[in-house]
């Protein structure tokens, strides 16, 4: 039995919380990202710590970090939102920084198109103060595995 | 300061540069060579940095972050002697395979172009000991802000 999908499964109706699937990820405890869900909507939250800091002088966060942050972001709502049984690989990811990301909580939407069967385009917006403010916008491809039933 | 004979190379220039990134320490990246127009880093796999539990490949975001880190690395080895704060502008990552549970990463990293106020840098990833089979292959531009007294990151 393939646990990732049971999990998955479990989340989506409801049985458990979200964040069980994001901590079933080990780089995803390592930066310490929760989801928060309202209605059907999943805001991902990376909280102000110390080992996500880039510059310390600033201080700022790690644009690798926030890279990383939103890329988990994308993965997790590919497998909350498309039914997707295993984890997305990831065929390329592209990052534009729009403003200097400060010492504070950070938070993450995504919006995803579905191209044919395999392929999953996400488009990933980050911000510290309002959404209206992206410090950095992000779109990246998945590949999907032959299985996924959207719903 | 006067660069007529330096004291400190690019390799302790780039290792400097390290020790002041709180996370690309806490990744576990380190350097292992640092010149003009070449610098290579690796990155150790580790439990926590697993993207996929069930085959225990290193997640694209770790991989992501060090080249990234070894693309600022890059510029200050174009920069060098002086040390600039140069924040990254845009960034695309392509995964062309992943790499094996277990195995360390390492990226070599290019500025092949150095204007004024941008650096433009070329980047390869593979798995340690398969140079021939590139995992990861980015391309990236960052910008170079003028910041007095930015030599301080480094100790200068």
Redesign the interface.
């Known amino acids: 039995m393939n646990?990732?999908k049971t999990l998955i499964e479990d989340c989506r109706s409801g049985k458990v919380e979200y964040q069980a699937l994001v901590d079933?990820?080990?780089?995803a405890?390592?930066?310490g990202i929760q989801v928060i869900s309202q209605g059907d909507e999943l805001t991902f939250v990376l909280p102000k710590n110390?080992?996500?800091?880039?510059?310390?002088?600033l201080p700022a966060?790690?644009?690798?970090?926030v890279?990383?942050?939103m890329?988990?972001a994308a993965?997790i709502f590919i497998l909350l939102q498309m039914g997707e049984p295993?984890?997305p690989?990831?065929?390329?990811?592209?990052?534009?920084?729009l403003r200097?990301g400060h010492f504070r909580d950070t938070y993450a939407e995504c919006s995803v198109t579905r191209l044919g069967r395999r392929i999953a385009n996400v488009h990933i917006s980050a911000w510290q103060k309002n959404r209206q403010e992206p410090i950095t916008i992000a779109r990246a491809h998945f590949l999907l595995s032959e299985d996924a039933n959207d719903s | 300061m006067t660069d007529s004979s330096h004291t400190f190379t690019r390799l302790d220039i780039c290792n400097r540069f390290l020790e002041s990134v709180r996370h690309s320490k806490v990744l576990g990246m380190e350097v292992l060579s640092a010149e003009e127009y070449c610098v290579r880093t690796r990155l150790p796999w580790r439990e926590d940095l697993v993207g996929n539990p069930d085959s225990g490949v290193m997640h694209g975001g770790a991989i992501f972050a060090m080249m990234d880190q070894a693309g600022g690395m890059a510029v200050t080895c174009r920069t060098f002697p002086a040390f600039e704060i140069t924040p990254t502008i845009d960034f695309r990552l392509d995964h062309l395979r992943g790499p094996s549970a277990g195995a360390a990463v390492i990226c070599e990293a290019s500025c092949y172009r150095l204007t004024n106020h941008v650096a433009f840098i070329r980047l390869t990833s593979w798995e340690e000991g398969n140079e021939e089979e590139p995992i990861a292959t980015g391309l990236a531009t960052y910008t170079r802000l003028k910041i007095d007294n930015a030599g301080k990151v480094v100790g200068q």
Do not use: W
């Open positions: 646990k990732l079933h990820v080990p780089y405890r390592f930066l110390d080992n996500v800091v880039g510059n310390p002088t966060l790690h644009g690798g970090a890279a990383g942050f890329e988990q993965i295993r984890v690989k990831t065929i390329d990811f592209t990052i534009d920084y200097a």
